[in-house]
């Protein structure tokens, strides 16, 4: 099962998710937080189709069945490397989708599963949205965004700022 490109492996003790085969799967009081969202092709929006994903918030990107994108018309644009849980490398082709859900549009960037690759949304699509987990209700809900302006940009101001790279 591919783990679309996951932010960190679980921790000992960790709580807010079950974890399976390395997935951090979001769950409500009834079972994993689901979302319906409509999937489109950028350049040709009157084809679209509604899919059930799974919310994801460990992984980085969406997964969408190769035969849901392709009946849409979207294609592979460049390949990537992804790594299953037990450390086994695999490629993927990945594209761009328009997903819209509860109100908000975005386009993302969207992995073409494979038979044994989860549906899920990734939180890059869910922050995309404007969307976020609820970590009490488990709910997805419209996020609270912040906007950095209005700064000074003195050398005194700008050291404040931290540019590490790793």
């Given at each position: 099962?591919?783990?679309?490109?996951?932010?960190?492996?679980?921790?000992?003790?960790?709580?807010?998710?079950?974890?399976?085969?390395?997935?951090?799967?979001?769950?409500?009081?009834?079972?994993?937080?689901?979302?319906?969202?409509?999937?489109?092709?950028?350049?040709?929006?009157?084809?679209?189709?509604?899919?059930?994903?799974?919310?994801?918030?460990?992984?980085?990107?969406?997964?969408?069945?190769?035969?849901?994108?392709?009946?849409?018309?979207?294609?592979?644009?460049?390949?990537?490397?992804?790594?299953?849980?037990?450390?086994?490398?695999?490629?993927?082709?990945?594209?761009?989708?328009?997903?819209?859900?509860m109100g908000s549009e975005a386009g993302t960037t969207v992995?073409?599963?494979?038979?044994?690759?989860?549906?899920?949304?990734?939180?890059?699509?869910?922050?995309?949205?404007?969307?976020?987990?609820?970590?009490?209700?488990?709910?997805?809900?419209?996020?609270?965004?912040?906007?950095?302006?209005?700064?000074?940009?003195?050398?005194?101001?700008?050291?404040?700022?931290?540019?590490?790279?790793?």
């Amino acid at each position: 099962m591919l783990a679309a490109g996951r932010n960190h492996e679980p921790r000992p003790g960790e709580m807010g998710g079950l974890y399976i085969l390395g997935l951090r799967l979001v769950r409500g009081s009834m079972g994993f937080t689901k979302v319906k969202v409509r999937i489109s092709d950028p350049e040709r929006r009157e084809l679209a189709e509604d899919v059930e994903l799974i919310v994801d918030t460990g992984a980085v990107y969406t997964i969408i069945p190769r035969e849901t994108l392709e009946r849409l018309g979207i294609r592979g644009r460049s390949r990537r490397r992804f790594y299953k849980v037990s450390k086994q490398a695999i490629e993927r082709d990945v594209g761009i989708a328009v997903v819209e859900a509860m109100g908000s549009e975005a386009g993302t960037t969207v992995i073409l599963g494979e038979t044994g690759d989860m549906p899920l949304l990734g939180v890059t699509a869910l922050g995309e949205l404007g969307l976020e987990v609820d970590p009490v209700t488990r709910q997805i809900k419209p996020a609270t965004l912040f906007l950095l302006r209005d700064i000074e940009t003195t050398p005194a101001h700008l050291s404040a700022i931290s540019t590490t790279t790793s």
